[in-house]
């Protein structure tokens, strides 16, 4: 299976900071990469695509890169709505398997 | 508006069975291919299976093979998940979604999933 590991697994920021959040697969997805933003309690929401195309309604302030198998999810300008966790997805090897999760808390 | 509605989750015995529903609206059901994701306690996403829009092709993680089985009726806008011979791990919160893309994978609809409680 491939392994996805994100990095930080955790992050405090403030509203309007610049954050990165790293994916990086165990072996070359090429750009089969998704992002999903997670709130407690709710299920999951479909950020990004195919490594860098943004879902419909989701705010420019996400924007996705990489390719291979390192790959980054930049939130521009945090804002209070955007504190959640968030997970990559690879779609490229069978089984698709997920990133453990990287949770952006308020500082 | 694109909506699923999870159904059929509660608590039953190591070893049991429980069938999971899911019931798709504003959208035409027949032409995704569907997917089952669960999501143990505080833990993260694992997908488990999928079904083509046929019904004919079904994929499943190694960890549910043999013992779950995934089905869809396009008649009633509906998808299956039967789950048998169910485990403590098996607990979870099941997530049924939709694949948007003809030739590429993501999940871009959610339900807000069913949760299953595998104790004695």
């Known amino acids: 299976d491939i392994q996805m590991t994100q990095s930080p697994s955790s992050l405090s920021a403030s509203v309007g900071d610049r954050v990165a959040i790293s994916c990086r697969a165990s072996?070359?997805?090429?750009?089969?990469l998704n992002w999903y933003q997670q709130k407690p309690g709710k299920a999951p929401k479909l950020l990004v695509y195919?490594?860098?195309g943004l879902q419909s309604g989701v705010p420019s302030r996400f924007s996705g890169s990489g390719s291979g198998t390192d790959f980054t999810l930049t939130i521009s300008s945090l804002q209070p709505e955007d504190f959640a966790t968030y997970y990559c997805?690879?779609?490229?090897?069978?089984?698709?398997?997920f990133g453990q999760g990287t949770k952006v808390e308020i500082k | 508006e694109a909506q699923l509605v999870e159904s059929g989750g509660g608590l039953v015995q190591p070893g049991g069975s429980l069938r999971l529903s899911c019931a798709a609206s504003?959208?035409?059901?027949?032409?995704?291919?569907m997917t089952w994701v669960r999501q143990a306690p505080g833990k993260g996403l694992e997908w488990i299976s999928d079904?083509?829009?046929?019904?004919?092709?079904?994929y499943y993680a190694d960890s549910v093979k043999g013992r779950f089985t995934i089905s869809r009726d396009s008649a009633r806008n509906s998808l299956y998940l039967q789950m048998n011979s169910l485990r403590a791990e098996d607990t979870a919160m099941y997530y049924c979604?939709?694949?948007?893309?003809?030739?590429?994978?993501?999940?871009?609809?959610w339900g807000p999933g069913t949760m299953v409680i595998v104790s004695s």
């Open positions: 072996q070359t997805i090429r750009t089969h």
């Open positions: 504003g959208f035409t059901f027949s032409t995704y291919r």
């Open positions: 979604a939709r694949n948007p893309f003809r030739d590429y994978i993501a999940f871009d609809i």
């Open positions: 079904i083509s829009t046929s019904g004919t092709d079904m």
């Open positions: 195919a490594a860098s």
């Open positions: 997805h690879q779609t490229y090897g069978t089984p698709q398997t």
